[in-house]
């Protein structure tokens, strides 16, 4: 599996960006996919992931209401809509997918997802 993530930019805070993950999954039904992110001296944190065989998208508490996780099966692609960003979602950001039905909280941990794209960087100005 190959993800290609992009999209990312500098914004100011209250704006917003769509990060795109360009994939090799034609069925999106048979895998889970994620979006997490990483801050410097931080640790790699989950963000959002969508389990579509099972039709479930989950986010973390920091994002819920501001970020979307949706997918164009057409174009193979998984989306991250953020709006309302603010200077702590400046991060670079990673797509994943695993071939497992992630669900609830299992999709929060990175160790469940296999495929990871290069990260996009986000910055936040305030």
């Known amino acids: 599996v190959q993800l290609q993530a992009s999209g990312g930019g500098l914004v100011q805070a209250g704006g917003s960006l769509r990060l795109s993950c360009a994939t090799s999954v034609r069925t999106f039904s048979r895998y889970s996919m994620g979006w997490f992110r990483q801050a410097p001296g931080k640790e790699r944190e989950f963000v959002a992931a969508?389990?579509?065989?099972?039709?479930?998208?989950d986010y973390a508490d920091s994002v819920k209401g501001r970020f979307t996780i949706s997918k164009d099966n057409a174009k193979n692609t998984v989306y991250l809509q953020m709006n309302n960003l603010k200077p702590e979602d400046t991060a670079v950001y990673y797509c994943?997918?695993?071939?497992?039905?992630?669900?609830?909280?299992?999709?929060?941990?990175?160790?469940?997802?296999?495929?990871w794209g290069q990260g996009t960087l986000v910055t936040v100005s305030s």
């Open positions: 969508g389990s579509w065989g099972g039709g479930s998208t």
């Open positions: 994943a997918a695993t071939r497992r039905n992630l669900i609830s909280s299992s999709c929060h941990s990175r160790t469940n997802y296999h495929y």
